[in-house]
């Protein structure tokens, strides 16, 4: 079974910075693409931005120069720098992970449980 782990959510001003952490574990052969993604109240789940294996990213548009993903693929792990924080980017934040569990399984989506980013003053 894979876990994944996230943190670094809560409460900051507009224009403040958070730094999210999600560590994967448990059964992994490989992990291919992992990503950040996040829901608002109302809101369908939005890709926020996404990271290859081989450090390819790719960014929403609403975070393109505000927001880094960055990966440890030694530690399993994948991060989103979120700098100049809006109110409209207070979400609940997943971390996705693309990930093969054994050498002959196929790869599938896991996802962590989520936490909170809230930008209020």
């Known amino acids: 079974q894979v876990q994944l782990v996230e943190s670094g959510g809560g409460l900051v001003q507009p224009g403040g910075s958070l730094r999210l952490s999600c560590a994967a574990s448990?059964?992994?052969?490989?992990?291919?693409?992992m990503g950040w993604y996040r829901q608002a109240p109302g809101k369908q789940r939005e890709l926020v931005a996404s990271i290859g294996s081989g450090g390819r990213t790719n960014y929403a548009d609403s975070v393109k120069g505000r927001f880094t993903i960055s990966r440890d693929n030694a530690k399993n792990a994948v991060y989103l720098q979120m700098n100049s924080l809006k109110p409209e980017d207070t979400a609940v934040y997943y971390c996705n992970g693309y990930i093969k569990s054994a050498a002959w399984s196929r790869p599938g989506d896991y996802w962590g449980q989520g936490t909170q980013v809230t930008v209020s003053s």
């Open positions: 448990g059964s992994i052969f490989n992990i291919y693409t």
